[in-house]
Antibody, heavy 119, light 112 residues
Framework: EVQLVESGGGLVKPGGSLRLSCAAS????????MNWVRQAPGKGLEWVSS????????YYADSVKGRFTISRDNAKNSLYLQMNSLRAEDTAVYYC????????????WGQGTMVTVSS | DIVMTQTPLSSPVTLGQPASISCRSS???????????LSWLQQRPGQPPRLLIY???NRFSGVPDRFSGSGAGTDFTLKISRVEAEDVGVYYC?????????FGQGTKLEIK
C-alpha cells in the first residue's frame, strides 16, 4: 500500500525549532518529487516547500524562506522539514505529499502532524 | 504568485442533485510544456486532502465517474453529477503550473 506517515509535530515556543519527518512506503520514493503543505486550524491549504527526487531542486514559500529547510534521504525513504525561528502563524497541520508528475498534482498525502507554536 | 479564486465558498446541495464549483486563476495555467496543471482535491471532515482530478479533467485512480473536471486557460469547473452523502467536505482547486503552488480558498459542500 502506498503510504506517507508524518511525525515530529508538537508544542513549541515562539523562536523554537522542530523537525518533521515523513516516512514513505509502498512506492519507489527516490523517483518522486515531494512537498510539504500546511493547513492552519480552520483554514485552507498552503504550499510550504518542494524537493526534487534527487534533491537537486528545492523551493520554498516566501512565508518560510530562510527559516525552514526541506531535505530527504532516499536510502531511508524519508522526507524532512527542519523548522527554525518558529512563529505563532506557523501553527498548522503539516502534510507531506507526493507529486504525481513533475510538475503535476499532489496525488498521495499523509495524515498530517500538528505543530503548535505558543508560549 | 498565481491567485486561485473559487466560487461559491459554500454549496448546499440536495442528495442526488448535481453540484458545480468554479475556479478562476489570476493568470493562464498553461505550462510551457503545453499542459495545464490544474487539479481538484477533496477534504472530508477530519481527513487529509485527496486528489480527485488532475490536468483539468483526468480522474485519479479510484475516483467515481460522477466527478468530472473541465475548463481551459484561467477558468475551470468541477462537477458532481449526483451528490452522495460521502461527498460532503471541502473542495480545493490547485495550480502546479507555476512554482509557488497555490490553492483556492476552498468550497464547502454540504447537504441541504
Amino acid at each position: 500500500e502506498v503510504q506517507l506517515v508524518e511525525s515530529g509535530g508538537g508544542l513549541v515556543k515562539p523562536g523554537g525549532s522542530l523537525r518533521l519527518s515523513c516516512a514513505a512506503s509502498g512506492f519507489t520514493f527516490s523517483s518522486y518529487s515531494m512537498n510539504w503543505v500546511r493547513q492552519a486550524p480552520g483554514k485552507g491549504l498552503e504550499w510550504v516547500s518542494s524537493i526534487s527526487s534527487s534533491s537537486s531542486y528545492i523551493y520554498y514559500a516566501d512565508s518560510v524562506k530562510g527559516r525552514f529547510t526541506i531535505s530527504r534521504d532516499n536510502a531511508k525513504n524519508s522526507l524532512y522539514l527542519q523548522m527554525n525561528s518558529l512563529r505563532a502563524e506557523d501553527t498548522a497541520v503539516y502534510y507531506c505529499a507526493r507529486v504525481l508528475g513533475d510538475p503535476d498534482a499532489f496525488d498521495i498525502w499523509g495524515q498530517g502532524t500538528m505543530v503548535t507554536v505558543s508560549s | 504568485d498565481i491567485v486561485m479564486t473559487q466560487t461559491p465558498l459554500s454549496s448546499p446541495v440536495t442528495l442526488g442533485q448535481p453540484a458545480s464549483i468554479s475556479c478562476r486563476s489570476s493568470q493562464s495555467l498553461v505550462h510551457s510544456d503545453g499542459n495545464t496543471y490544474l487539479s481538484w482535491l477533496q477534504q472530508r471532515p477530519g481527513q487529509p486532502p485527496r486528489l480527485l482530478i488532475y490536468k483539468i479533467s483526468n480522474r485519479f485512480s479510484g475516483v467515481p465517474d460522477r466527478f468530472s473536471g473541465s475548463g481551459a486557460g484561467t477558468d475551470f469547473t468541477l462537477k458532481i453529477s449526483r451528490v452522495e452523502a460521502e461527498d460532503v467536505g471541502v473542495y480545493y482547486c490547485m495550480q502546479a503550473t507555476q512554482l509557488g503552488y497555490t490553492f483556492g480558498q476552498g468550497t464547502k459542500l454540504e447537504i441541504k
